[in-house]
Structures are given as C-alpha cells and as structure tokens.
C-alpha cells in the first residue's frame, strides 16, 4: 500500500501519479516499466516516488487494488443490493456484462490485467491477493445459488468460484477479439457469447439422453 505521504497529497497530484502509472504499466511488461518515467509523466522528482511508495512493486499492487474495486462499480447496484431477488445465473450474466463495460471503458487497466493474467509468475506473486478477492465475490454467490436450490450441492464451490474467476477474463479476450468496437449502447453480440458462455456453465458439455 502508498505510504501516508501519498494519500497527503493533493488530489490532482494523486490523480497525476496514478494516471503516469497507469499509462507506463498498460503498455510496458511489469519488469519493464521505468519509475523514472512515471516520475516524469507525472511531474514529480524521482526521489519523490519512494516518499510515496516502497518500490514499483508496491505502486503495481495499489494499481491493479484500484483496478478491482473500479470493475466492482459496473455491476448493477440493485442486482447486488436485492440479489435475493434474482437467480444464480441472472446474477452472473450481469457480471459477466459489467466485465464487458469495464473493459470497453478502460482498455488501458484491461491491458495491465491482461499483462497479468499471461504471466503466471507475476500472477502468483502480484494479483493472487486480488484474485482471492474476485474469488471470494464468486464464493458467496455460489453459496447463495446453493441455498437457493438452483445449484448441484456435490460442486466444490471453492474451485468453481475460482474458475468463474478465470472465464469473465476469457470472456472479455473472446469478445474482444471477434469485435474490438464494441459499441456499449449495443451489446447485442456480445449478449449472445455471454448466453453461450452461461450455458456451457451451467449445462456442461456431456451429451443429455
């Protein structure tokens, strides 16, 4: 986490720091990513970086924190505030939609999560505490879709919620690779791979008789 001096700053001195992070990770590798240049982009000395931060690693964690709870805000606050009122699946369809959001509003903290997702080194090391995060979010509605009745109790919730965690990635790179213009007031397209996606979920691939 920043250190105190960082959060004593200014806003718009804040804002500065994080948005010249932001740029240098979403388009270098993590091992590659220069603190001299966000020091620059950001108009501060770069002795001035380590009053606020420890070190890159410490910065790159506080991004990719911020990353997290950002993705959070596009998720239909009445669905998670009243999720009595809706299925195990109508739930994860809108998250799986809010993911889609996300990304097309931020193609620049999509990058740094896809940087991340590619490298499991970095993965272990850096995202594991937000992955565990996501995780978690899947784990109580799997709980939830359990005491519902809407789901096979014999499942490990605890392995699922990480692989929901895995598909909303794959499902952003699909769809962004079929439609790299997705239009947000037209999600029409990518409605149809979310269906997919959610039926593959939660009818598998075996053959029914």
């Given at each position: ?11 718009d001195k ?5 948005d010249?992070?932001?740029n240098?990770?979403s388009i270098r ?5 220069r603190i ?9 000395a ?17 991004i ?24 195990f699946?109508q ?8 993911g ?21 080194e970095?993965q272990?090391e ?5 992955i ?27 392995l ?14 699909i ?10 007031d ?17 009818n ?6």
């Open positions: 986490m920043p250190k105190e001096t960082f959060f004593n700053l200014s806003e804040r804002e500065r720091i994080i010249a992070a932001i240098e990770f590798l993590y091992h590659k990513a001299t240049a966000i020091a620059d982009n950001a108009g501060i770069k002795g001035s970086f380590y009053q606020y931060f420890q070190n890159k690693k410490d910065l790159f964690k506080y990719i924190e911020l990353i997290v709870n950002k993705k959070l805000e596009y998720i239909n606050n009445d669905m998670l505030k009243n999720k009595e009122k809706y299925s699946f739930l994860l369809r809108e998250i799986y939609l809010s889609i959001r996300f990304a097309k509003d931020n193609p620049r903290l999509l990058s740094i999560g896809n940087i991340l997702i590619n490298n499991k970095l272990n850096i995202w594991g505490e937000q565990d995060k996501s995780s978690e979010f899947y784990f109580q509605l799997l709980e939830e879709g359990l005491a519902k009745g809407e789901l096979d109790p014999s499942i490990d919730i605890e699922v919620s990480i692989l929901l965690t895995g598909l909303n990635y794959s499902l952003i790179d769809v962004y690779k079929d439609n790299d213009t997705i239009d947000p037209n999600l029409a397209e990518e409605m149809e791979t979310i269906d997919k996606m959610l039926y593959f979920i939660e598998g691939i075996k053959k029914r008789e």
